[in-house]
């Protein structure tokens, strides 16, 4: 049984089965779900992606840190966010209960 549970949402659609029913994420991939949507929602992933050189990049990144942190099925001190490839960034982090985290932020955009 899973403690954790949550609509998969790709591309801010419901993804369905072949049946047409919602498919759903558990546990570590819900929350790993949650976490990108929380920093989408903040709209701090469009300054990483648009920034250019002007020094928003590591505050944001701070902030968005701390944000991932507020989650308290997140372990402090964990968080990383790092841009992989131009334009590309994932969060990872360390889950209390479920091991290690990671997604994409910029391809969400």
Excluded at 80 to 93: H, K, L, Q, T
Aim: proline share 3%.
């Amino acid at each position: 049984m899973s403690t954790y549970a949550d609509l998969h949402i790709s591309n801010g659609d419901v993804v369905l089965d072949a049946g047409l029913s919602p498919t759903y994420l558990t546990d570590r991939a819900a929350i790993a779900q949650d976490v990108v949507h929380a920093i989408l929602d903040t709209g701090l992933a469009h300054l990483l992606v648009s920034d250019r050189g002007t020094g928003v990049t590591a505050d944001t990144q701070i902030q968005l840190k701390l944000l991932v942190e507020e989650d308290e099925r997140i372990m402090p001190g964990t968080v990383r966010i790092e841009e992989v490839n131009s334009g590309e960034w994932w969060v990872f982090a360390d889950t209390i209960d479920f091991g290690p985290i990671s997604s994409s932020i910029g391809g969400a955009l």
